[in-house]
């Protein structure tokens, strides 16, 4: 067989596998916006027989064959064309599924099933207790996941003996690793801290207390459809329903999903929520649609993927220029509640600082304080050196280490996200990589697409648009993330851009 | 291998054939509600890769195999039994399946998928000459897989040598046969013939006049929910949403969707139309849960499913009985349109005879005269003593004859339905069978029930339902459609009852 008759059956079932997680993922989507109730038991059959049809196909020992020829061929001599690009992106998905032996998958699998439905009714009770034993297993099979990985690591890459936590974190963050992320996050942290102490001790106030006025929902849908069409959402590829925990699902080319939930009386929850997903939105209607079904097609990383959504959320739909533009139209819209506002006041309001005990509704300044407590917490579970049992203590106490805040129990505290529950350690650092990236591609939006706040101010958000897909989008897998990010800012990977952006913001509305 | 082992075996593989399928329904579904146009292309890939997977689990030689031991065995020795049943719908998909060479079955779906673009854009620019190459091409097609369909009868029965109408018709109505319904057909003709002269000729007239007056859309989905719940519609496990050509959708056990097309200024279009789609829905609902994914779960034939759908539509929502109940509801909530209307106008407005060019708009006295010319003209094509390019000629003549009118155009004449462009010969005959079980159903019902209409206008459609339910639903494949509906009534295959129930209900509305 030769070389490229070896790649293009690759290709072939590459397009195949994304065909199977095109439909895993509708699936997913109707579960969660249209499915009646009844249909749930059906639904998971359907999930698991897809799943099982998707590990086949990637663990096939034939695929292994395959990608041994084109690894071994001249196809692959430019580490940034096509072959390599894709046999990287395969490589990686084959030897770490094949590495796990079947019945650890399936163990995970059922474990993760069981633990996110106890953890969802622990929430409700208020109650660790119930959740600890779920916790204790999935930890001790994400451990031998992790050894399993760590074992690839060092095949692919002889140098590579790092911690189970860097091996699992390959899934989320490829190229990502501890010591790098420890140095980032130990840089960013005290600078985080001065900005709140600064904040906490400004004299200026701001309240967020406006956007909690009676918002029409049937307007909150038009503002925030008219506002994604604005940005660049193609609503022709795309579509925005409800549900009861906002996500973008990426059916396939053409067919981008984002949802949101209403709130009459909190205008932010769904208005940022949809712009959050329609950052993830446009990144996916970015991609190369004829790369579609092969990594060059696809979305860099989970980091990439925050820093879009956040930089649409945030870098744009929370600046003043943004507001200049838009609050206008938002006043037509709900008049009854805006009517004594001016843009300024609005602006304000959705930047308001308040260090709560809850990750997803904390404002720019506070966020990353969440994620980096969590980066603690789970490495410390996954090392034994915290036992799940002292987990709410240590919890609670980081909280009022990193935030001054106390949840009130521990629905509030270390049971309020689901990653853990789903098996998913080494997965919240991308939120602050997400950030970072996020604040260091604005800001060489700005230094080199001239006047970007005018811009924004009248309503043009194509130019910048237009600049990430040449940049970042259209580049699929072709780099590691962080080498992505990178070439887009000609700046390493670096903290500052974050810090700066976030001294200026608030520096201004507390006249700190 | 044990029997037992083999017939195993193939209900595992059975139950995984109808994940695929469920996968594919959901699919189908979302293309004609939700999905964002940009989505089409990706969606055809999915549809075609998961219908390749189908087929490849349907004549995969193991299943022939296993099939074999099965039918050897003394598992199949009770013809009710599930094994005896599921092994004889098993084997009718794949021995047709297997019969047909896969270039075959792979030129059929793209000419028919070529062939119906070309058929909706040769409908929009009423023109039948750009179709008839494609008809051409199907057509011939469809005789090469009448042919091999053939060559299964004879070995599955070994009597077996009949039409290839005959054979391609065993896809729709499995044990239904050209002599049968010609019979069944003839005697029906001159009956329907001799009721539509009656009402032409009788002094009383009727009108449709207030149907088209207006009903708000959102009233009339209220009014579609509250009707279809009150039959026995369980919204818990089934959904109504709005597309352009309405259809029903089982996609697994607990989910069963209906879909219906408002018309503020047509009060009939959605709401006969959701009480059709309803009775599918009803059908599907009352299959056993517990045998899903075999024959024995499944409904039994088109004709049956298209008899239960006509049942609650006509014999139901049409009936006097049913609008003494429901017309306060409706003239409450159409006040405007309704409020100088009563109850028995009201009856007498949709049940309004009018003999048209229209198959889907047709009345119940006349819809079946649209059938039996069309299974006479698809018999002629198929056979050859029609040539195509005679087809519009050769159409309007009937409809001249049948109904005394003369389509305007190909697109309201033989362009108007899209079987034929899909390769669907022999569907057709399943809609008059559908009329002509419902009525036995209903004849039968108002024998054993008592005063069924006295329940219906008191709104208590339940024990009607589980009637339906104990002698229909829960039988899934376990008797031959025709068998089914003789042990249901305990009558034969009989075109009496609906005749008779057409001259009781036009005999009181026309005064004849």
């Known amino acids: 067989m030769t070389p490229q008759a070896a790649y293009d059956e690759l290709v072939r079932r590459s397009r195949e596998r994304s065909l199977l ?23 998971s059959r359907q999930m698991a027989y897809l799943a099982g049809l998707y590990h086949d196909a990637v663990t096939d ?12 061929s001249s196809l692959v001599d430019d580490p940034t064309g096509p072959a390599a690009v894709n046999l990287r992106g395969w490589r990686r998905v084959y030897e770490r599924m094949s590495c796990q032996p079947k019945s650890l998958v399936e163990e995970l699998a059922r474990a993760t099933t069981t ?56 899934d989320y963050e490829p190229g990502a690793s501890v010591p790098q992320l420890e140095k980032l996050f130990s840089a960013l942290r005290p600078e985080l801290a001065r900005l709140l102490d600064a904040i906490r001790g400004a004299k200026r106030r701001t309240s967020g207390a406006i956007l909690r006025r009676d918002y029409p929902l049937d307007r909150q849908k038009i503002f925030g ?30 067919d981008s999903r984002v949802t949101t939930r209403y709130n009459q009386n909190d205008f932010g929850e769904a208005f940022f929520g949809l712009l959050h997903e329609v950052g993830h939105g446009l990144y996916e209607q970015g991609l190369e649609a004829e790369h579609y079904g092969t990594p060059l097609g696809e979305s860099s990383s989970l980091g990439v993927h925050e820093a879009l959504a956040r930089l649409w959320e945030n870098g744009v739909g ?60 789970e490495r410390a579970l996954l090392s034994g050196d915290l036992a799940p049992t002292d987990l709410p203590g240590a919890w609670n106490e980081k909280y009022r280490d990193y935030l001054g805040v106390t949840p009130a129990n521990d629905a509030e505290g270390c049971l309020q996200d689901g990653h853990w529950s789903a098996g998913q350690f080494g997965y919240f650092p991308t939120y ?48 590691p993330a962080a080498k992505l990010i990178e070439n887009a800012t000609g700046q390493p990977l670096d903290h500052r851009p974050l810090v700066e952006a976030l001294r200026i913001k608030y520096g201004e509305l507390y006249g700190i």
Chains 1, 2 share one sequence.
């Open 225 to 254: 459809e008219t506002v994604s069409a604005a940005l660049g959402f193609d609503f022709d590829c795309g579509r925005l329903d409800t549900t009861t925990h906002p996500f973008f699902s990426p059916i396939g080319p053409g």
């Open 21 to 43: 997680v095109s439909c895993i993922e509708l699936l997913g989507w109707d579960e969660l916006t249209y499915m009646p109730r009844g249909g749930v038991e059906n639904r």
């Open 318 to 377: 929370r600046s003043l220029p943004f507001w200049r533009h838009f609050f206008p139209q938002a006043r037509e819209l709900f008049h009854q509640a805006l009517h004594d506002v001016e843009a300024e006041e609005f602006y304000a309001a959705v930047n308001h600082v308040r260090p709560g005990v809850n990750r997803v509704r904390a404002d720019e300044a506070t966020y990353d304080l969440h994620i980096l407590l969590r980066f603690e917490l």
């Open 115 to 170: 633990a996110q439905q106890v953890w969802t009714t622990a929430r409700q009770n208020e109650s660790f207790a119930e959740f600890r034993p779920w916790l204790e297993q999935v930890l001790a099979l994400v451990r031998q996941q992790g050894e399993c990985l760590r074992s690839v690591g060092r095949i692919v890459n002889p140098s590579y003996a790092d911690s189970i936590y860097d091996a699992l974190m390959q």
């Open 61 to 72: 020992p034939r695929q292994g064959e395959l990608l041994s020829i084109v690894a071994a």
């Open 432 to 479: 602050t990589l997400g950030n970072i990236y996020a604040a260091q591609l604005l800001a060489s939006a700005r230094a080199t697409l001239g006047d970007l706040s005018g811009q924004f101010a009248c309503g043009q958000f194509a130019t910048f648009n237009d600049w990430l897909r040449e940049r970042l989008y259209r580049h699929g897998q072709r780099y």
